[in-house]
């Protein structure tokens, strides 16, 4: 029997028995699931032939297009080699090599590599290895985190419990554990005249007082370097990084920086902390890990951290946090196969040039009459729909403006998924200009959709 590939047959067998990540599913009622056969480039194609350029890198994972021929020959060689094996008590090359090239490549000081599944894993681990080092080192009394408003750090409890958007984490407030929060350093509530950095400024002496208050309960300090990515990609200054480096070890605090999203390359630099000059504690990767092909994380952290849970097995010291597919080879294959490509192609040098290209494009958006910002950190810009321009009034959510703008995206052939009334372009990096201009052009036109009466 021959089934039918129409985009409705598969999208009718699809809503039969498949439950998607972040819907309401009755939305597909209405609102037409979007079947995809085959990518390649920026490019995403559905089952009659209808291409839609991936605006946002799928979740903001893809760095170097779907189908990238230099990834899948890397992971056609190792699928003859070896596609899994555990990783306690035995290592492979893929695990290995991986691991000696993000110590080479990431701050100095960050030595040891920790694998996880995916980013939320990531934060579980950096959470629970802090609150295990301090306890580890004689001092149990620390078991708070300190997280910042509008912060966003995974799904899991305690990932979610450190993250601070509503929309997430209120149904789940009973069973996570309480943080302390500290208000974002975000520049779009900045003064009129005030620059970023005076801004951040500023806002780092509610972290500092804070921990002046708390320090002796605190394992570690929890951000998103530059960028609070589900938090409607507001953006900060690197000087309240450099602030709260010098803090938490005046304090003696650890400094997790997530850069699950911001990570490779994402906000001008390999990594978002090498902009204040700072080395965390705990450095959290995944998603571009691997150019979007496979689920992988990365714990990086000191060999101080290491040290305290390296001890005679009868002190039950060690670190017991596993994942079945941990240091998986295929996912580690096709890490090493995306660092080869910022080592060969000046990837840093080359997104520069698209990034001038993504600010040309958008800047006439700042004149728009319901745009109350246009803000950019490397290849992440965000535009900011408002209600009011005047006083930056936001759009009531119920009124779904950014979904206007999603089904316009689609209409054209473009992949803009915004958060709330937030449309951001976060494009793979082998987009080229004109094709900035294009998706760039699709999303002004939708957001004079979505702002129509």
């Not at 893809?62 to 070896?82: C, T, V, W, Y």
């Not at 802090?130 to 799904?155: A, C, D, I, Q």
Request: with cysteine.
């Amino acid at each position: 029997m021959t089934l039918d590939t129409t985009n409705a047959a598969i999208a009718a067998r699809d809503l039969a028995v498949l439950w998607h990540p972040c819907t309401q599913m009755k939305d597909h009622e209405w609102l037409p699931m979007v079947p995809i056969r085959r990518g390649e480039g920026v490019w995403l194609e559905d089952f009659e032939g209808k291409r839609y350029l991936d605006a946002i890198s799928s979740w903001w994972v893809n760095l170097f297009g779907h189908a990238n021929p230099r990834i899948n020959a890397a992971l056609r060689d190792q699928l003859e080699k070896l596609e899994h094996v555990i990783l306690a008590g035995f290592t492979h090359e893929p695990a290995l090599h991986l691991a000696e090239r993000l110590v080479a490549l990431t701050p100095p000081g960050l030595d040891r590599v920790f694998y996880a599944d995916n980013g939320s894993a990531a934060v579980e681990v950096a959470l629970k290895m802090s609150y295990h080092f301090w306890r580890n080192s004689g001092r149990p009394e620390k078991t708070k985190f300190v997280t910042l408003g509008n912060s966003y750090h995974g799904e899991t409890l305690g990932a979610l419990a450190v993250g601070d958007v509503a929309l997430y984490k209120e149904t789940y407030a009973p069973l996570l554990m309480q943080v302390l929060t500290a208000p974002s350093p975000d520049c779009f509530g900045r003064e009129p005249g005030q620059s970023w950095e005076e801004h951040s400024r500023r806002r780092f002496a509610d972290m500092q007082a804070l921990l002046t208050r708390h320090a002796d309960e605190v394992c570690a300090v929890i951000v998103e370097p530059l960028v609070q990515c589900a938090g409607a990609m507001r953006m900060y200054h690197p000087v309240y990084l450099s602030l709260l480096r010098e803090a938490c070890d005046r304090y003696g605090v650890h400094l997790i920086a997530d850069e699950i999203a911001v990570g490779f390359g994402r906000t001008g630099t390999l990594f978002a902390c090498e902009q204040a000059g700072i080395t965390p504690d705990f450095l959290c990767l995944s998603k571009g890990l691997t150019g979007g092909y496979l689920p992988l994380a990365a714990v990086l952290t000191r060999e101080s951290v290491y040290q305290a849970f390296y001890d005679d097995y009868h002190t039950l010291r060690a670190f017991l946090h596993s994942h079945s597919y941990t240091g998986n080879p295929l996912a580690c294959r096709a890490a090493l196969a995306t660092l080869d490509i910022f080592q060969t192609d000046d990837v840093i040098a080359a997104n520069r040039t698209l990034s001038r290209a993504m600010a040309e494009a958008t800047a006439p958006l700042a004149d728009h009459p319901h745009v109350g910002e246009v803000r950019q950190t490397g290849m992440i810009l965000a535009i900011e729909m408002v209600e009011d321009k005047a006083s930056r009034t936001p759009y009531p959510w119920q009124e779904r403006r950014g979904l206007r703008v999603y089904r316009h995206g689609l209409e054209q052939g473009a992949l803009l998924r915004p958060l709330g009334n937030v449309v951001y372009l976060m494009p793979p990096y082998v987009i080229t200009p004109e094709q900035i201009r294009w998706v760039a052009q699709v999303a002004a036109d939708g957001i004079d959709v979505a702002t129509r009466g």
